[in-house]
């Protein structure tokens, strides 16, 4: 670990590090002290579950080994702000594994759950909800005084409706409900077809591999052909409009609880088909405005990482 003053040295001249980890991928951003972004790029996506197990650790020592290596041709990295999913703020691992990769102090490196970066990105504390559905689903609040309320984001064993994960989850339950009803029912579906062609077959012992073996996030991509099934098959077009009736109880739930603000969509799960924000739209209370927002999470992150820097100086 660098000495005091080897550390108040590269402050002068360091830069800010942004981080936005997801399940299927890592975004990170580079910002200077004056918040200008420099550089951005993408990596292996990671979450904080990782830390629950040795190979997860390990996993997780060489994405942050390459955002190092990725970095390093920029400058010296000197703040790190961070938002990783399932980052629960009662664990110490990931922000120590984040310093003494960096070279860096654990007070210059700062880990929250990815979807508070994504707030700040998008509202001031207490305007709006986020919903934010990716690999997952969540909707956020941070109030006046700094605190952060949630809605979902209990993970894929327990909910994450209208998320990636879950509309995969739901299009192989129902082809294999299907099946077991009439086998090779499966000939007859657009969406079906397009799943076993990802999966690569259409035998129960693929579907099982492929369900038990691979992460969330690959598993996630599967939504990718409910959608792409959607308009020429109704088992499709009815997960993904069931998906924008979960996606707005969770703004629902913020609404109930904290009274009725603006709210604002974000995350992957959006671009995959409109019905999903139609079906939103229209099982909001009509008085809750709605927006579609592209949330850059990472560049939101290196900026307040750049912000920690100027305190420093």
Known sequence: MPSDQQISAQQSTAIALGIDAGGTQTRWALASRDEQILASGTAAGLTALQTDTHEGIQALEQVFAGLAAATSSHGQVGSIRAGITGFGGDAHTLPHMLADCFGLQHAHVSVSNDIEIAYLDIFKPGTGYLIYAGTGSIAAYIDGNGEFHRAGGRGYLLDDAGGGFWIAREAMRQLWRAEDEHPDHWKESEMAKRLFKLIGGNDWNISRDFIYHRSRGDIGKLALAVAASANSDPVAMSILKNAGKELARLGTAMCTRFGNKPIALSGRVQELHPAIIES??????????????????????????ARHLKKQS
Do not use: G, W, Y
């Open 280 to 305: 939103l739209r229209l099982h909001l209370p009509p008085e809750i405005s709605l927006r579609q927002s592209t949330c850059e999470a990472h560049f939101s992150a290196a900026r307040l990482a």
